[in-house]
């Protein structure tokens, strides 16, 4: 028997008046789980809800956390001689589901420590009843903002919506089921260029930068 989405992503509750209905206005890709794991979420909560899913994870790749960034941006400022305390911050995740299926969780580094950058999660189309995930996805995420029930992005408004991460500006959930299954999120460009902001902040506070006279 091929698995659906209730059994491999999350549990879903279905039922036939459910799947009959109208689908409803799509929720905010913040709202969007895929084995709970949601965007913006911390990473002990992501631990969590993996080891809860039964998936099974490894770390992979360091980089600088939030109070190393600041450091370092001290330092360009001042000059300063030394090493910058290098403290690390997760850089993903890459986890195998109970059903075979792939999941890699991105991180960033915020003030507030790891959390979710983005994810994707890939399924082989052969082990999935296809028909049935999308009913299920349009239950449990309602319609898309652009695209269909086949492959289609949820975006939050105020935010250009595409069928394409890359250029995405705010958090975006791409889900396709055209031959297989692939769910991709990322927080966005914005969120990116927030976190950078927040970084120069806190380096302000420390070292505030000096203004240039006016001649």
């Known amino acids: 028997m091929k698995s659906t989405i209730a059994t491999i992503i999350a549990a879903v509750?279905?039922?036939?008046?459910a799947q009959a209905q109208?689908?409803?206005a799509g929720l905010s890709p913040l709202r969007i789980d895929v084995a709970g794991v949601r965007l913006g979420m911390p990473i002990e909560q992501v631990r969590t809800a993996l080891a809860t899913a039964s998936y099974a994870c490894r770390p992979f790749g360091n980089e600088a956390d939030f109070a190393a960034r600041v450091a370092r941006e001290v330092k360009?400022?001042?000059g300063a001689r030394g090493e910058v305390p290098y403290t690390t911050g997760t850089m993903q995740l890459d986890c195998r589901g109970p059903n075979g299926e792939g999941l890699t969780v991105t991180f960033a580094q915020t003030?507030?420590?790891?959390?979710v950058d983005g994810y994707g999660l890939a399924i082989d189309g052969r082990t999935i009843d296809l028909p049935a995930l999308r009913r299920q996805l349009t239950s449990k995420y309602g319609r898309p903002t652009v695209g269909t029930g086949m492959r289609g992005s949820w975006c939050d408004a105020g935010y250009r919506c595409g069928d394409g991460m890359v250029f995405s500006?705010?958090?975006t959930v791409i889900i396709d089921t055209t031959t297989s299954v692939s769910i991709n999120a990322t927080r966005g460009g914005r969120a990116d260029?927030?976190?950078d902001a927040s970084v120069m902040a806190a380096a302000d506070r420390l070292v505030p930068k000096k203004t240039r006279a006016a001649f």
């Open 13 to 17: 509750t279905m039922t036939p008046s």
């Open 169 to 171: 500006e705010g958090p």
């Open 76 to 78: 360009s400022r001042t």
């Open 22 to 24: 109208t689908p409803r």
């Open 193 to 195: 260029k927030a976190d």
């Open 111 to 115: 003030q507030a420590g790891s959390v």
